[in-house]
């Protein structure tokens, strides 16, 4: 029986703002792309539509490739070393793109921040395994993502005031320096693991490294990552992550855009609109990841919200923009229920996967939902400017989700469940 009593609660003051601050910037870094799409960095250095959704899109193509071995490296090695020198040479990426003067220097600086970028994610999910256990996993990994529509959200009304006042190119180098800034902070306060941590007693240390072994002793280890990338549940997990990440990241990069299509309206507006589903999405993603930690029913509270945001944007398209407002909160509606089951999800990983491929599988799912947001800000952009219209796009992004919502029903479900299952993952005689 596990226990209750919590330990070490210091643990949250002391990681949860540094982790979220880190993974807020990687996001700010990422996805202001999409504003200065709409602002008009296509007409300054004569892109076409097709091109622009290829460039916005390019980022996730370099973070795919390198996804998994930054998380073997952050498995095998250190977490803290990976993510200092990621903060740096991001930051650089990003703010160079401001001062970008042609095509194929975009191309090559959008492609690179993917490269740099790729293993925070993965890294941190990593690192939260090692520092929370299985009853606070769900409500550890919300606080991480929650750097995502929180950046999404002052992101969208900063970059609009930065872009109407100075332009798309000061935009770029004023939102990558603080990065810059934060790997000289992350260096001095992050420790690798709780063993390393002087702010723990030895007692604290102790029983929270019993309370994470004890979790993992029902699932044998297998031999070695090309074992684990080939397990139906390591497989299933990287699709559902490959179709839920088109529909999100087609959402995040082209809602600028899609807003500024529906209504004609300048974009300070469309900024301030933009910021909506990620309100929704903050209150959303703490409900669902204090339930699935309370319940440790990580499923339920994954596709029933996958499904309502599904939904969502089917109504959305159908009611079209003859009735702006009212497509407008459905999109809200969609956005929150898209970002609110990735705390339980991710929570679900390790109490499937052996914590001695953990790494590079967490790795390999988002390497994989990497390649599903690559294909999702590309083809989204690229319908957007085909047909004139956002009504195909929200087809396609809804069709995704659905898949992304039949397989995750498929999924193990307890950990006890789980351990009773051949053939999900195989046992092994040695591990790595």
């Known amino acids: 029986m596990e226990d209750v009593k919590p330990v070490a609660t210091q643990r949250w003051w002391y990681l949860m703002p540094i982790i979220f601050i880190t993974y807020s910037l990687a996001y700010l ?9 709409a602002a008009g960095i296509d007409k300054d250095l004569g892109i076409s539509h097709g091109m622009s959704s290829l460039i916005g899109s390019l980022f996730f193509l ?29 930051g650089i990426c990003a703010a160079a793109t401001g001062v970008v003067s042609n095509i194929p220097m975009l191309m090559a600086l959008r492609f690179v921040l993917g490269v740099v970028e790729a293993a925070v994610m993965p890294s941190m999910l990593l690192y939260i395994s090692r ?8 409500r550890a990994n919300t606080y991480l993502i929650l750097g995502n529509p929180v950046t999404v959200l002052w992101m969208s009304v900063v970059s609009g005031y930065l872009v109407h006042s100075f332009g798309w190119r000061e935009m770029f180098v004023l939102e990558g320096m603080p990065a810059l800034v934060w790997a000289i902070v992350w260096w001095f306060t992050v420790r690798d693991r709780p063993a390393d941590a002087p702010w723990m007693s030895d007692a604290e240390k102790a029983e929270l490294e019993r309370r994470l072994v004890a979790e993992q002793a029902h699932i044998a280890p297998v031999r070695d990552y090309k074992a684990a990338f080939r397990s139906p549940t390591v497989l299933k997990f990287c699709s559902i992550h490959a179709l839920w990440s088109v529909g999100v990241y087609g959402f995040i990069m082209w809602l600028p855009s899609i807003l500024k299509m529906a209504a004609q309206i300048d974009i300070v507006s469309v900024g301030w609109l933009a ?4 309100v929704g999405a903050i209150v959303l993603m703490l409900i669902a990841s204090w339930l699935s930690d309370k319940t440790r029913n990580r499923k339920l509270f994954v596709w029933p919200l996958l499904l309502t945001g599904t939904l969502a944007l089917v109504a959305s398209f159908l009611i079209g923009s003859a009735h702006f407002w009212i497509s407008f909160w459905l999109l809200v509606v969609a956005g929150a229920t898209m970002y609110a089951p990735y705390g339980p999800f991710f929570a679900l990983v390790p109490e499937l996967i052996p914590g001695n491929v953990l790494g590079g599988a967490i790795g390999f799912i988002n390497a994989s939902g990497a390649l599903g947001a690559f294909l999702g800000a590309w083809l989204v952009g690229y319908l957007n400017g ?28 307890a950990p006890a469940q789980r351990a009773q299952r051949d053939g999900a993952l195989p046992a092994a005689t040695e591990t790595h």
């Open 62 to 90: 370099g973070y795919c490739l390198f996804q998994v071995p930054g998380a073997i490296y952050a498995q095998r090695h250190s977490v803290r070393k990976l993510i200092f020198f990621s903060l740096i040479l991001w």
């Open 29 to 37: 870094d990422r996805a202001n792309y999409g504003f200065a799409s």
């Open 131 to 138: 520092w929370f256990t299985r009853s606070e996993r769900s």
């Open 386 to 413: 085909a047909t004139g219209s956002p009504a195909a796009s929200y087809v396609f992004m809804a069709v995704t989700l659905l898949l992304s919502v039949i397989l995750t029903m498929l999924l193990p479900g």
């Open 275 to 278: 910021a909506v589903p990620y």
